[in-house]
């Protein structure tokens, strides 16, 4: 007996227009635009109890449940013991055993507790998060989905928040999906130098359309608020020649005074090492990023109160691209050089050129 979907409700929420968002919000789409990591990061940024929970929430778990706040709290004591284990590091009891999982966050936040618990908790959580992954990839591959019933799942979840988003008004003249093929697959993973089928993320995309430039930031945030967390964009996958961080800055002067509290300085992205698309045109403009889109798997569980399991998890992730852009952005991308056609014609060759090379044929001698 498979129990049904148990994913937590989430609360209706406004849309957060750009003149109401501050450290919090910049940070976390700063993040999405450089493709980082919160591995990096030395402090959280949720100042209340309910804040927390709808975060959890939107990571597929509801604490008030006995099964959920167990999950939670084993993946909390395994941090804490690798931290004990592995680097003899001191973590207080307060953050070790929380009365309750929201006081981690709002201890790493400096919301609550001691100063010093939230450079503790800070590290308990990167951790956390990296076990949460690791804990949600050997889930998947002990259950009996497909990649198609994957693609299934991730469809609907998406699409359901994009009809959410028009409901509420949200300015949003695309959002469609596709699926790669075998054929563009096979393509794609011959084009790139590292030739693992793991590492194409983008074989359920989505392509996000907006009215205006200007609504692309409170757009992309809503997506962190309802659909996905923004801890969970993929590092290192993010290709933004859309949105530049210090654009950004320019374009909304009042972000200037969270300047000093950013966790990296303001050029550090002109530091990184940054290539784009070999493929695309020279004046192509786009935000691409992945995200782990978290997902409920209780239809191929057994119910909470029947599991048996030594590992009670009951989250997976889905890689998912997305793609977002403005209306004349995105009519500007499909001129000339930029077009599709031209993108496919140039990533063509360059297969074609790498499964050719060292085996052409010597003309015959005379």
């Known amino acids: 007996m498979k129990a049904p979907s148990l994913a937590p409700v989430l609360p209706t929420i406004p849309v957060c227009t750009v003149e109401q968002m501050g450290l919090r919000e910049l940070e976390r789409i700063r993040l999405i635009l450089r493709g980082g990591s919160v591995i990096d990061w030395r402090r959280m940024h949720f ?24 999950w939670a709290r084993t993946v909390l004591a395994d941090a804490v013991e690798y931290l004990r284990k592995t680097f003899d590091y001191r973590v207080a009891e307060a953050v070790a ?16 507790g001691l100063a010093r618990y939230r450079r503790i908790a800070c590290i308990v959580l990167k951790v956390m998060h990296v076990i949460q992954h690791i804990e949600g990839r050997d889930l998947l ?14 469809t609907e979840k998406v699409l359901g928040v994009a009809h959410e ?6 300015p949003i003249v695309e959002f469609a999906h596709s699926i790669k093929t ?4 096979v393509t794609k993973l011959i084009a790139k130098k590292e030739t693992v089928a793991a590492q194409v993320y983008d074989r359920t995309r989505f392509r996000v359309i907006t009215r205006k430039r200007e609504d692309l930031l409170p757009v992309l945030y809503f997506l962190t608020q309802r659909l996905f967390p923004f801890n969970f964009v993929v590092p290192g996958q993010t290709e933004n020649t859309l949105l530049p961080f210090k654009g950004l800055l320019e374009e909304n002067p009042h972000f200037e005074q969270f300047i000093p509290q950013l966790h990296l300085d303001r050029d550090f992205e002109d530091r990184e090492d940054r290539t784009g698309n070999a493929f695309s045109g020279s004046s192509y403009r786009v ?13 191929y569980l057994p119910p909470p109160e029947s599991d048996t399991r030594p590992r009670k998890g009951r989250v997976t992730f889905a890689l998912v691209e997305f793609q977002i852009a403005d209306e004349e952005t995105a009519r500007r991308n499909e001129l000339g050089d930029n077009a599709h056609e031209s993108y496919k014609r140039r990533q063509k060759r360059r297969v074609l050129n790498r499964l050719s090379r060292g085996l052409v044929v010597p003309k015959r001698q005379g």
């Open 287 to 299: 935000l691409n990023f992945v995200v782990d889109l978290p997902l409920r798997m209780d239809s």
């Open 182 to 185: 075998r054929d563009s697959l």
């Open 97 to 112: 055993e929380p009365k309750e999982l929201h006081d981690l966050f709002l201890f790493a936040s400096g919301a609550k």
């Open 165 to 170: 988003m028009k409901e509420m008004g949200l």
């Open 141 to 154: 591959f002990r259950l009996a989905a497909s990649e198609a019933e994957l693609a299934e799942m991730v």
């Open 47 to 70: 100042q209340t109890r309910d804040e927390v929970d709808r975060f959890l929430r939107l990571c597929q778990l509801d604490v008030s449940r006995p099964y959920d706040d167990a």
